[in-house]
C-alpha cells in the first residue's frame, strides 16, 4: 500500500526533474531551437502541477 511517505518521495522526485526541464529550455532560450525551449517550459509547468497534486495527496494519506 502507497504511504505518505512514498508519494512525498516521488513529489520530490517530480520536482527535481521539472527543475531539469526547465534548465533545458532554459539553454534553449535565444537559440534557433527557441521553440523546443517554449515547449520544454510547457513540461516543466505540467510537472510543477503533478508535484502538487502529488503533495495534496501525500497530504491526504497523512
Do not use: F, K, P
Amino acid at each position: 500500500m502507497i504511504t505518505a511517505a512514498e508519494l512525498s518521495s516521488i513529489e520530490t522526485a517530480v520536482g527535481e526533474l521539472g527543475a531539469r526541464v526547465a534548465r533545458a529550455g532554459d539553454e534553449l532560450m535565444g537559440t534557433r531551437h527557441e521553440d523546443v525551449g517554449v515547449e520544454l517550459y510547457e513540461v516543466e509547468r505540467s510537472l510543477r502541477m503533478a508535484r502538487r497534486r502529488l503533495t495534496q495527496a501525500a497530504a491526504s494519506l497523512s
